[in-house]
């Protein structure tokens, strides 16, 4: 005899991030993965559910029920009272309580250390479930103040769900089953949507992000008495080397990041005066900013200079000592300012 069909539950009618992204997730663990998937706003299909996220006015994790619209509801993701700035919406709820196992779960190829593991369950939900959590609940990024200097709602993850829902010229008429099965549709298509984006973020951090931890911490211990860090090939250090320089006590000491790149080229990198910043620590020598190969070499005294962005933050040349050349006319010309 086959088993009985087992449910998840999430409401009908217009969707948003958090329960598209919240149904996604449960689908990568193996408990749910042959779930049926029901929207509704009925309680007799609220009494199907094995589990049900985004509506029910319930939270019980024993009793797998993950809304966060009632009064009662003070879920937060941290347990520390002074990070408790963002209440959890049905995305955050079940990343809190099944985020480990998603993790495992996606990263199939990863050997994880329960450190590691730990590492990347903050990590996730810092860059990128907290942001669905705060926009289903209201809280903004900004001071309310602030007036943004062009309109970018189109390009967030919230207004890609959002337009991917039915027109509403699409979802008039009487024809109330028809509709359902419209949103019902157009639901599934932006799981997927919003999944394969889930997804890649998820294998860059696992795959990509923790290996490097190790290789820029060398790095760093290694880098040069002027405090320039030379990697022998292309990897993403930026965050790691602010969190890094923190656990040696070197913070703001890194002038330069000298890397070749995925194509073979050598780089003089500018670090930021703090991450996401277009400020840099030291920049590159201003006479030389915006100048190319052969006049580049003539006036910086190198034989192989390409380039040096006319903002100072990024150079290059063909050999490492060139770069280093660069790197260090920036640290002297910082020095007599």
Not at 5 to 33: C, P, W
Not at 186 to 206: A, L, M, R, Y
Not at 217 to 231: G, H, P, S, Y
Request: with cysteine; net charge negative.
């Amino acid at each position: 005899m086959s088993a009985a069909t087992k449910y998840i539950v999430t409401h009908s009618g217009n969707f948003h991030l958090d329960e598209v992204l919240a149904v996604f997730m449960l689908r990568q663990l193996s408990v749910f993965q042959n779930h049926k998937l029901i929207r509704s706003r009925k309680p007799e299909d609220f009494a199907k559910a094995d589990i049900i996220v985004d509506v029910g006015a319930e939270f019980n994790v024993e009793k797998r029920q993950f809304d966060h619209h009632q009064k009662s509801f003070n879920e937060f993701f941290y347990d520390e009272p002074e990070k408790q700035v963002t209440k959890l919406s049905s995305a955050g709820l079940v990343y809190k309580y099944y985020g480990k196992q998603v993790i495992t779960a996606m990263l199939k190829d990863a050997v994880l250390s329960q450190e590691q593991l730990d590492e990347l369950y903050f990590k996730i939900y810092r860059d990128f479930i907290e942001a669905v959590d705060a926009n289903d609940n209201g809280v903004s990024a900004y001071p309310k103040d602030v007036v943004p200097s062009y309109n970018n709602f189109n390009l967030s993850l919230a207004s890609l769900v959002a337009n991917m829902n039915p027109r509403w010229n699409e979802t008039s008429g009487a024809d109330y089953a028809a509709i359902d099965l419209k949103f019902d549709q157009c639901f599934e298509k932006t799981v997927t949507v919003i999944g394969s984006i889930f997804t890649q973020f998820i294998e860059n951090v696992g795959y990509g992000w923790l290996p490097a931890k190790s290789i820029v911490k060398e790095a760093v211990l290694n880098r040069t008495e002027d405090n320039i860090v030379i990697f022998e090939s292309f990897v993403n250090w930026k965050e790691h080397l602010f969190n890094i320089e923190a656990e040696l006590g070197i913070e703001g000491k890194i002038n330069f990041v000298i890397i070749k790149t995925s194509n073979g080229d050598i780089r003089v990198n500018t670090v930021p005066a703090r991450l996401g910043s277009f400020e840099f620590r030291v920049g590159l020598p201003v006479a030389l900013r915006g100048l190319r190969d052969d006049e580049l070499s003539a006036a910086a005294g190198i034989p192989d200079g390409v380039f040096i962005h006319a903002a100072g933050f990024i150079g290059g040349a063909r050999s490492l000592d060139s770069c280093l050349k660069l790197a260090r006319m920036g640290i002297e010309e910082a020095q007599k300012a």
